[in-house]
Structures are given as structure tokens and as C-alpha cells.
T-cell receptor, first 115, second 113 residues
Framework: AQSVTQLDSQVPVFEEAPVELRCNYSSSVSVYLFWYVQYPNQGLQLLLKYLSGSTLVESINGFEAEFNKSQTSFHLRKPSVHISDTAEYFCAVSDRGGSNYKLTFGKGTLLTVNP | DGGITQSPKYLFRKEGQNVTLSCEQNLNHDAMYWYRQDPGQGLRLIYYSQIVNDFQKGDIAEGYSVSREKKESFPLTVTSAQKNPTAFYLC????????????FGEGSRLTVL
């Protein structure tokens, strides 16, 4: 069975500071990895994904994540955050090409950017 | 615009009543899902469907029921058997089950009084 651990439930930072949201997963097979973002009282939006190829993936708003197979991690980073980045972030994992669908979410990390 | 529409956004019900949450998509996606979100617990899968007239139980299906009579629609009924129904419910869709990337609606917040 696969699982996802987001190591921090809350991360407060000041505007323009760097941030890292940590995500570790466990799975017996190869995986796809995702980060989703949720603004208050809204659904989730895909932020970025790793399917194959380059282990470093980027989003259009400056976030990036690196797939590290040996450490089974997919940490999310941004070098300089804005107030508008305040949201909850979810890491998710699914089996690659598995016959039984399963997308497993972490419990989320609330990022709060303060002025 | 293409997307997923959930209704109602807010819903109140008395204990012992069934309630149905609507989910409609115009993305032409085959797969649809219902998740429940509680504070600090992430998302938990209730039911999913990969094709019309077929659906499967997720991790927490007890007390819920669904139907998939049309490709565009995947309503969720929260029955009186669900012991703790107050939650935020999210509907999602994807091209197919193997796609991995989900598109979400804006959610329905159910409060049982």
C-alpha cells in the first residue's frame, strides 16, 4: 500500500522569504507524484506533477519540486514567496500504470505568508 | 468554460435526513471521484467511477451512495447511516483512471444540525 507523509502541518513565513514544504512517500512500485494547492473554501488545483523524465519540475508561478527516488521525497520549494501564496498544499502519489486506481493524498501543509 | 460544477455550495440538514450533492462535468472525462475533506486529515476517497453505470467503493464508502447514469454526472447521497456527515465534499474528474491528474470542483460544505 502507498502512503504520503507531509512532515509539517503548518509553515509560517514572511513575504519574500524562501520556503520548502516537505513530502515523503512510500510505495512498492514506481509512482507519479503531484502537488495540489487549495485556497480557502475552494477545490484543489494542480500545481505541478512528476510523471517521468527530469526529476526537477516547475510550475508557472515559481514553485518547483524535485523527485528524489533514493530518499522517496518530492519536496516543494519557492525561493521567494508572496502573500498570495497563502494556501494549503497537498502532496499526492499514484501507482504508475497500476491496474487498481489509487491516488493517495497527504494531510496537507498550511502555508501562511505574513507581511 | 470547461470544468466541474458542484451544488449546493453550502447545505444544512437535520440528523436522520438523506441529502444529495450534485456534481456535473463538461470536460468529457471518463473518470469521476468523490472525496471527503476534514481539517487536518487531507482528502479521503469515498467513491469513484471509471465509466457510465460503473462505480467502486473508496476508503470510506459506508453511509454514502452514488450513481453514474450519465457521463457528465456523478451525484453523491449522504445517507442517515453516515455517522459523522459534517464535512467538505469535493468532486473531481480525470480523463481516465490511469491519468493521475485530477480536476476538482469548488466543493460542497455540508453541516448536520
Amino acid at each position: 500500500a502507498q502512503s504520503v507523509t507531509q512532515l509539517d502541518s503548518q509553515v509560517p513565513v514572511f513575504e519574500e522569504a524562501p520556503v520548502e514544504l516537505r513530502c515523503n512517500y512510500s510505495s512498492s512500485v514506481s509512482v507519479y507524484l503531484f502537488w495540489y494547492v487549495q485556497y480557502p473554501n475552494q477545490g484543489l488545483q494542480l500545481l505541478l506533477k512528476y510523471l517521468s523524465g527530469s526529476t526537477l519540475v516547475e510550475s508557472i508561478n515559481g514553485f518547483e519540486a524535485e523527485f528524489n527516488k533514493s530518499q522517496t521525497s518530492f519536496h516543494l520549494r519557492k525561493p521567494s514567496v508572496h502573500i498570495s501564496d497563502t494556501a494549503e498544499y497537498f502532496c499526492a502519489v499514484s501507482d504508475r500504470g497500476g491496474s487498481n486506481y489509487k491516488l493517495t493524498f497527504g494531510k496537507g501543509t498550511l502555508l501562511t505568508v505574513n507581511p | 468554460d470547461g470544468g466541474i460544477t458542484q451544488s449546493p455550495k453550502y447545505l444544512f440538514r437535520k440528523e436522520g435526513q438523506n441529502v444529495t450533492l450534485s456534481c456535473e462535468q463538461n470536460l468529457n472525462h471518463d473518470a469521476m471521484y468523490w472525496y471527503r475533506q476534514d481539517p487536518g486529515q487531507g482528502l479521503r476517497l469515498i467513491y469513484y467511477s471509471q465509466i457510465v453505470n460503473d462505480f467502486q467503493k473508496g476508503d470510506i464508502a459506508e453511509g454514502y451512495s452514488v450513481s453514474r447514469e450519465k457521463k457528465e454526472s456523478f451525484p453523491l447521497t449522504v445517507t442517515s447511516a453516515q455517522k459523522n456527515p459534517t464535512a467538505f465534499y469535493l468532486c473531481a474528474s480525470s480523463m481516465n483512471l490511469a491519468a493521475g491528474e485530477l480536476f476538482f470542483g469548488e466543493g460542497s460544505r455540508l453541516t448536520v444540525l
